[in-house]
Nanobody, 114 residues
Framework: QVQLVESGGGLVQPGGSLRLSCAASGSIFSINVMGWYRQAPGKQRELVAA???????NYADSVKGRFTISRDRAKNTVYLQMSSLKAEDTAAYYC????????WGQGTQVTVSS
């Protein structure tokens, strides 16, 4: 089993930056892909960014150029660096790991407001 714990959410002003962290534990060697999803009230959950075991990345069009997903293999942690934040980025952000199974974190709230 893989356990995921997100952190780093909070309240930021438009144009600001925030870095989310997702710490993985358990059967981390089984993980093939990790990703960040977000869901705002009344909207569907959407993929924000993903990174594979090999380091390939993919981003939603809405965040390209503003968000960066990265990893620290030594710390078993994946990050989502968010910059130039907009009100539309307000959502609960969830970390997901896919490997032997599928694991989700509990989520961390990001609110972009002035």
């Amino acid at each position: 089993q893989v356990q995921l714990v997100e952190s780093g959410g909070g309240l930021v002003q438009p144009g600001g930056s925030l870095r989310l962290s997702c710490a993985a534990s358990g059967s981390i060697f089984s993980i093939n892909v990790m990703g960040w999803y977000r869901q705002a009230p009344g909207k569907q959950r959407e993929l924000v960014a993903a990174i594979t075991r090999a380091g390939s990345t993919n981003y939603a069009d809405s965040v390209k150029g503003r968000f960066t997903i990265s990893r620290d293999r030594a710390k078993n942690t994946v990050y989502l660096q968010m910059s130039s934040l907009k009100a539309e980025d307000t959502a609960a952000y969830y970390c997901k790991a896919v490997g032997a199974g599928v694991s989700w974190g509990q989520g961390t709230q990001v609110t972009v407001s002035s």
